[in-house]
């Protein structure tokens, strides 16, 4: 199993500033992630999407799959946690499966509060301002 994980307001995708983030829900986004989860690990792989509001949640959540011996490794989209959670950056760091931080958009091109990211240090790798196709790179890196 892999694991997505998005963070605050990624649950508006679609209705968000979509010329920032565009006009696709995850939701309408998640089965192109599923399908290609299934074909790269010849349907031995499984999705599993996680998307919270809360920072406490999205902890907990990343401390259980973490330790799933099923989960061979996340994908996170920390929204504005990117930018201060150091317990984000925590519990990302002490994850013995690899964990790949997306951004949708370009956030060194944004506003100057979004250029850095607590919790990239602690990952294994980051995807930035490809949009959605982002998630689809990071689950290649990870099934590769």
Known sequence: MI???NGPNLNMLGRRDPNIYGSTTFEDFLP???DLVS???DGLETLEYYQSNSE???VSHIQKLAFDPVCRGIVINPGAYAHYSYAIHDAVE???IPVIVVHISNIHSREDFRHNDVIVSAAKGTICGLGLEGYLLALRAILS
């Open 3 to 5: 694991a997505i994980i």
């Open 32 to 34: 192109q992630a599923e």
């Open 39 to 41: 074909d790269l690990s």
């Open 56 to 58: 406490g949640d999205i």
């Open 94 to 96: 002490m994850s013995p």
